[in-house]
């Protein structure tokens, strides 16, 4: 089976691809998504190995800042429940989660692709992120634009397939 590829948007004051390098095991889970399509990809799609972009978003240069990978299963984000997080989610049951994260681990950090350089590479210009109105934290990749990302960065694609 070939692995996924995923663009995932992280604000760079909450979470950088400098804050992932520097995490312990170089892995962090991928906290606070409260959009159901979002949530869904990680509940029903994402696969440990997936290949993910990370995006900073929501700051003077938004764009690729760095590649990672999926690390884990969907499991239930705990931050639903803690009133003192600006995630915590009243209705969502302890029972019945209503919220999942996955676990996200470095693989290594790029030059920043800007939306600019993006939209001026046709290969891309089908991209969801650069959609009017998109607006997902977390959207799908094809293999297609995963190649062009990294042949726009110059890095090799030498990750394996997910068998």
Not at 6 to 14: N, V, Y
Not at 58 to 74: D, M, W
Not at 112 to 126: I, K, N, Q, V, Y
Not at 133 to 151: C, E, Y
Request: hydrophobic content about 40%; glycine content about 4%; proline content about 9%.
């Amino acid at each position: 089976m070939e692995r996924a590829y995923w663009l995932m948007k992280s604000e760079p004051d909450e979470a950088s691809i400098d804050t992932l390098a520097q995490s312990v095991s170089q892995c962090l889970p991928w906290t606070g998504v409260r959009n159901y399509q979002a949530r869904n990809f990680m509940r029903d799609a994402m696969r440990i190995g997936d290949g993910v972009l990370f995006y900073h978003s929501s700051c003077p240069q938004p764009g690729i800042a760095g590649l990672a990978e999926v690390a884990s299963t969907a499991y239930p984000d705990a931050t639903q429940f803690d009133p003192a997080s600006p995630y915590f989610d009243a209705k969502s049951d302890p029972a019945t989660p209503r919220w999942v994260h996955v676990d996200v681990r470095f693989v290594r950090k790029t030059r920043l692709l800007g939306l600019a350089e993006m939209r001026a590479t046709p290969s891309l210009a089908d991209m969801v992120v650069l959609q009017r109105g998109s607006r997902l934290s977390i959207t799908p990749v094809t293999p297609t634009q995963w190649r062009a990302v990294l042949a726009t960065l110059g890095v090799p694609d030498d990750r394996p397939s997910r068998t």
